[in-house]
């Protein structure tokens, strides 16, 4: 079974080879016909007009999952739609606030040009930087952009107007990962559709984050720029903000933190 190839705004960029086999999660493998099978199915939830984006990146993480637990074949649309719509009703915004802010205070710190630190000190900025976001208060010095950003000036950014262009430049740039081999980059496939979501979640908060920095109180599309930009140099390229997801002990807690759908689907769902 071969890839179809869906239309997107984004290029197709940094082609993954498709292995003969490659990890799901918990020792399960999958051959390279059923990766096709998931990406098929990935394809189909970015190609459906019924779907969020995050329900379709939440249904992603979904058809992963299931095919870490042996699932022979993705389910069809039709019967994974009332999954995705069950983990919407079921989020909770405290879980994606703490995941995101773990992310958030590791980004910052690392982010473009910044050396990462290591043991206690690396610890203390981390734990610093989580009780900031989750308290609101004080603010991070965000190193790709070099600027000294408020975290209760950024909880305040209202995205409502530009939520649609925000989702729609989003799955442009997620669909065409999608194609390129975003879930192999990872180690494992279902670290891969986590760090989707991850990537979502931290988008949102990178949109408020860039209006911000440049002084506004309303994002505009140079701030979904932004984001995407710093998700492509920081994921797609695994720069040195995200080296806690990919990267020693704090990988595996974060695996077996995704590995809870109600974790999964309150930071698919939550902080729009």
């Given at each position: 079974?071969?890839?179809?190839?869906?239309?997107?705004?984004?290029?197709?960029?940094?082609?993954?080879?498709?292995?003969?086999?490659?990890?799901?999660?918990?020792?399960?493998?999958?051959?390279?016909?059923?990766?096709?099978?998931?990406?098929?199915?990935?394809?189909?939830?970015?190609?459906?007009?019924?779907?969020?984006?995050?329900?379709?990146?939440?249904?992603?993480?979904?058809?992963?999952?299931?095919?870490?637990?042996?699932?022979?074949?993705?389910?069809?649309?039709?019967?994974?739609?009332?999954?995705?719509?069950?983990?919407?009703?079921?989020?909770?915004?405290?879980?994606?606030?703490?995941?995101?802010?773990?992310l958030v205070a590791s980004l910052a710190q690392w982010?473009?040009?910044?050396?990462?630190?290591?043991?206690?000190?690396?610890?203390?900025?981390?734990?610093?930087?989580?009780?900031?976001?989750?308290?609101?208060?004080?603010?991070?010095?965000?190193?790709?952009?070099?600027?000294?950003?408020?975290?209760?000036?950024?909880?305040?950014?209202?995205?409502?107007?530009?939520?649609?262009?925000?989702?729609?430049?989003?799955?442009?740039?997620?669909?065409?990962?999608?194609?390129?081999?975003?879930?192999?980059?990872?180690?494992?496939?279902?670290?891969?559709?986590?760090?989707?979501?991850?990537?979502?979640?931290?988008?949102?908060?990178?949109?408020?984050?860039?209006?911000?920095?440049?002084?506004?109180?309303r994002p505009t599309d140079e701030d979904i720029k932004?984001?995407?930009?710093?998700?492509?140099?920081?994921?797609?390229?695994?720069?040195?903000?995200?080296?806690?997801?990919?990267?020693?002990?704090?990988?595996?807690?974060?695996?077996?933190?995704?590995?809870?759908?109600?974790?999964?689907?309150?930071?698919?769902?939550?902080?729009?």
């Amino acid at each position: 079974m071969e890839p179809t190839v869906l239309s997107s705004d984004e290029p197709v960029e940094n082609q993954v080879p498709v292995p003969e086999s490659m990890p799901v999660r918990n020792g399960k493998s999958l051959s390279r016909d059923g990766y096709f099978a998931v990406e098929e199915a990935g394809k189909g939830l970015f190609a459906s007009t019924d779907l969020s984006l995050p329900e379709k990146v939440f249904g992603l993480y979904l058809v992963v999952a299931e095919a870490g637990l042996g699932a022979a074949m993705p389910r069809p649309l039709e019967e994974l739609i009332p999954l995705i719509r069950a983990g919407s009703d079921a989020r909770d915004e405290t879980k994606a606030r703490l995941v995101r802010s773990l992310l958030v205070a590791s980004l910052a710190q690392w982010g473009g040009p910044a050396q990462p630190q290591g043991g206690v000190g690396l610890m203390m900025s981390l734990l610093i930087g989580i009780a900031k976001q989750v308290g609101g208060f004080g603010s991070i010095f965000f190193a790709r952009w070099q600027s000294r950003i408020s975290v209760s000036a950024v909880q305040a950014v209202q995205m409502t107007e530009i939520q649609p262009a925000a989702d729609k430049a989003f799955e442009g740039f997620f669909r065409a990962q999608l194609s390129s081999g975003w879930l192999l980059r990872y180690g494992s496939l279902f670290r891969g559709a986590s760090l989707m979501l991850l990537g979502l979640s931290i988008g949102q908060w990178l949109i408020r984050a860039s209006a911000v920095a440049a002084a506004r109180n309303r994002p505009t599309d140079e701030d979904i720029k932004r984001a995407i930009e710093t998700i492509r140099c920081e994921m797609v390229e695994t720069g040195p903000g995200f080296k806690l997801v990919l990267e020693g002990v704090f990988s595996q807690f974060f695996d077996a933190l995704l590995d809870r759908p109600s974790v999964a689907s309150s930071i698919a769902f939550s902080g729009r």
